[in-house]
């Protein structure tokens, strides 16, 4: 699966909403997104299950949080 990475670290709001919006209306089947945020973007959780969309939260390596998004049953590796 093709990781489409958006570092939102120095965003400030509503910039890192909007940027992965943006970048979730044109993901493929085969792609999935790595969402690097400063905080876990609780307000983005409920909006990602309404459009469809699944979603796992992981500790960054080079953020505090990643949250990885994908469309579909098929998971991307951890």
């Known amino acids: 699966m093709r990781e489409l990475v958006l570092d939102a670290q120095e965003l400030t709001p509503p ?16 792609e999935c997104v790595v969402f ?7 307000p983005l959780y409920p909006l990602l299950a309404e459009l469809g969309f699944r979603y796992r939260e992981r500790p960054g390596v080079d953020a505090a949080v990643e949250v990885v998004i994908w469309r579909g049953d098929v998971e991307p590796a951890p």
């Not at 909007?18 to 209306?25: F, T």
């Not at 690097?36 to 609780?42: E, G, K, S, T």
């Open 15 to 30: 910039e890192p909403m909007r940027r992965v919006l943006e970048l979730l209306a044109g993901l493929g089947p085969d």
């Open 36 to 42: 690097r945020h400063r905080h876990a973007p609780l």
